[in-house]
């Protein structure tokens, strides 16, 4: 039996809150996505790098032990995610990914966010006290196949 409906799917990883999640989680990905080109793929690896970065550091801040998930979705919507059950953003974080706002001062936590937010300006961030979530459309850089 065949069908034109098209297939959607998903995997997940669960992540250790170690560095080593980096390299898993772009290895991951690479072995999944056709970029469109070296550059394309390069800034979207480098914003994953960010979120993965930063998701392992809400976690050491938070002495939370629980894993990190990077969850791929193929079909009708191609994304990456990362998700983590650290303590969430600051409303200061939150308001520095905002598109129209990058601070100037190199103290200030979450830059690697809005460097992500600049390499993929379609980014999604979601966040509670329970957690984040950051959803990175693969639209425009790429392909899941």
Do not use: C, Y
């Not at 994304?79 to 103290?107: C, M, N, Y």
């Amino acid at each position: 039996m065949t069908t034109d409906a098209p297939t959607t799917g998903i995997f997940r990883l669960n992540m250790p809150p170690s560095l080593v999640s980096i390299a898993i989680s772009r290895s991951a990905v690479r072995r999944v996505v056709t970029f469109r080109d070296a550059d394309t793929e390069s800034s979207f690896l480098v914003a994953l790098t960010e979120i993965v970065a930063n998701a392992i550091d809400e976690h050491a801040r938070g002495g939370h032990g629980r894993p990190i998930v990077l969850e791929v979705r193929f079909g009708a919507d191609d994304l990456v995610r990362v998700i983590d059950t650290g303590d969430g953003f600051s409303d200061q974080i939150a308001a520095s990914v905002k598109p129209d706002h990058v601070s100037g001062d190199p103290e200030e936590r979450g830059r690697g966010l809005a460097l992500a937010r600049a390499l993929v300006p379609t980014i999604e961030f979601e966040t509670s006290g329970a957690g984040s979530t950051v959803t990175l459309p693969v639209a425009g850089f790429g392909i899941v196949r």
